[in-house]
């Protein structure tokens, strides 16, 4: 029996043509977002994610690690045929279809990823979905308004936690299952707000520790895996709420806000004190990150000068955590990250992750 499969130029123009049809795909989408969260999003997408759930996500360890091997057994193959063909062979490259080889590899790995996850970019914003009024911006007194409330919030969730003192919080503080709670908690959030929850997203956290801080990066969600992945050296307060970000991303959510947002909430709501207090403290962040903005920074220290001793040791071990992992190429990884956040349609693109602000406090007014 013979098997006639597509020759390689067949099978580069095959991905150059799904590549180009998703790339259109996702600019409709972008016009047409209600069809995108019908079709794609609450359609297509919980297909996909159970598919994950129910291959990779058994895994005991991260499936990136697989993949990384593979992409580096896949890049000596091809590297030495590329020397053997030129150095070797004395071939040279021209005529030989590394050209189209090239971009079918690229338009591959557009539709795939696309395919995978990168739809979910363009689905209905989850404010007009679930009610709130978001502002564009918010002024001063606004901010203000907001970071007296979550600086006195942080103050009394901390003393809620057990055997509390002022000292920095330890891993002692947090349970060993960290993923299971926080899953558990953002299916939560997500059936009370009408979204799909029947997925069992997987949060690993990887290793070696700073793996991922080293490129400005605390936690990442790769969609060709379908699992959310968390550096197992940030400090522990971190955890939670990075942890309950890369999830969301996980049930089909890219808009950086959004997670921020849902990672919050599924802080908030959990029963241990701990966890609650995480979700505060790095809303906290945003807020004073915010109220820099209209402020000297005598009058920033000042004005975080009063939090409790408690929440200042917990910041300070938490910069030192940070620094003690530097980046090894500090401009890129936010450059790179914001050029790709704006190619999706987010405008801000990583000064996106503030606009939490605004959902936070759309949140608070419309439910508390």
Known sequence: MNFNFPDKKKRASIWIKLGLSAIFIRILFGFKPEWCETIYSRGIFPWIRSFFDHTLGLLPFAAIYVFDVILVLWLIIISTRFVKRVFIEKEGVRGKGYGISIVAFFMGLIFWFLFLWGFNYARVPMAEQIGLDLPESMNFDAIKKEARYIKQTCIEARQQIPN?????????????????????????????????YTGHVRGRFVQPNGVLLS????????????EGHVDNGLHPVSKPFTMAHELSHGYGFGSEAVCNFLGFLACIRS????????????YWRYVYGALMEFMTEEDYQTERATISRGMHNDMEATYATLDSYPALIPFLQPAVYDVFLKAQGVEDGIESYNRMILLVASWRKKYQ
């Open 164 to 196: 509390i003192d002022t000292n920095a919080l330890t891993a002692a503080a947090y349970p060993s299952n960290l993923e299971e709670i926080m899953r558990a908690s953002l299916k939560e959030v997500l059936k009370e707000y009408g979204y799909d």
């Open 215 to 226: 490129f400005n990066s605390s936690g990442v969600y790769f969609p060709f895996t379908g």
């Open 271 to 282: 029963e241990n004190p701990a966890i609650r207090y995480s979700g505060y403290l790095m």
